[in-house]
């Protein structure tokens, strides 16, 4: 990318779209757009394509999208369902429509099927069912990626697509009621610490595993991969390529946060899927890989939660 063009990063408020923006300031790209949700509605076509026309951006990174943990996707699936259609068919079509011909669309590890080999490759996108909890999300990402792959190959853009693992980091969702899994650990085990607590629950048997990515290395892969311009096209994984079972994470974050208890694990609560980690061969061969351990950046992430939560 050039260092003056002008690059539209739609969800710039969002975890992943605030890194982005970091990292590309970071890099030297100064003509930075972006709109607050009160000042444009993506789920608006009219809305979306007057903007996009208007401002003409060279470059998008499309990272607004309505996200949520387990119990969020599996309570609100039309709201998942309809919001993120709506927001990716708007941007992806306006896009098109206003001469864009780069674009980067931010999509989730869910769009894969539940049971499908480990680790996941690319290549088993539709060949099974998905993980019931998460579907509606998982299928409104699927239809992005298929949507970036057909206005390629009608119209000869160049829209790629980046599946991320479990992301963390600054400004993550630490509501108990509808955040992903290492947000509401790090939550729940300063909380515990405070109480003076002998013990903090966690979801589930803690014997699924996941891997997780610090979202600044998710940004420098988005950055990455926008950069490469004989790239025209295709499905990358983004992970670190390890994984944890949740009893390893959450004990991580207990060691993070100081919280000297024990852990409780609810059996009744859904496990999810009981392993996914991502195989990322592709990024690899491109020469990228993520540098954050996972204890740093949990570190990391724990110093923004006290920031931001406790004015700590």
């Not at 739609?10 to 030297?28: N, T």
């Not at 709109?35 to 998008?60: A, C, G, M, N, W």
């Not at 699927?142 to 697509?161: D, F, H, P, W």
């Not at 990322?280 to 954050?292: F, H, N, P």
Request: aromatic residues 10%.
């Amino acid at each position: 990318m050039r260092k003056d063009a002008k690059i539209y990063v739609a969800g710039h408020r969002g975890m992943v779209g605030s890194a982005i923006v970091r990292q590309l300031y970071a890099a030297g790209y100064e003509n930075v757009v972006t709109r607050s949700s009160s000042e444009l509605d993506l789920t608006q076509q009219t809305q979306v394509t007057e903007f996009l026309v208007r401002e003409k951006p060279d470059y998008i990174f499309m990272a607004a999208a309505k996200v949520g943990g387990i119990h969020a996707n599996n309570t609100y699936r039309a709201d998942f369902l309809y919001r993120n259609l709506m927001i990716e068919a708007n941007v992806v079509h306006a896009a098109w429509q206003a001469g864009v011909k780069r674009m980067l669309f931010l999509g989730s590890s869910c769009i894969y099927p539940r049971d499908c080999p480990q680790p996941i490759t690319e290549d088993y996108l539709l060949t099974g069912p998905l993980e019931p909890t998460n579907e509606p999300y998982a299928i409104a990402k699927i239809a992005g990626v298929k949507l970036c792959e057909s206005y390629n190959r009608q119209y000869g853009t160049s829209y790629v697509s980046a599946m991320p693992t479990n992301l963390y980091g600054p400004n993550d969702n630490y509501d108990l009621a509808n955040s992903h899994v290492l947000p509401a650990l790090i939550r729940k085990a300063h909380e515990a610490k405070l109480r003076g607590d002998s013990t903090y629950t966690v979801w589930g048997s803690g014997r699924p595993m996941r891997e997780f990515l610090y979202v600044d290395d998710m940004a420098n892969a988005c950055l990455f991969l926008m950069e490469q311009d004989a790239l025209n096209d295709g499905l990358f994984n983004v992970g670190t390529g390890t994984d944890v079972t949740i009893r390893e994470l959450a004990e991580t974050v207990m060691n993070v946060v100081g919280f000297d208890g024990e852990i409780v694990f609810d059996a009744s609560k859904p496990d999810g899927t009981l392993r996914k980690l991502l195989d990322v061969t592709r990024m690899q061969q491109l020469g990228w890989q993520a540098k954050t351990e996972l204890s740093d950046g949990i570190a990391l992430a724990y110093a923004d939660f006290l920031a931001k939560h406790t004015g700590g």
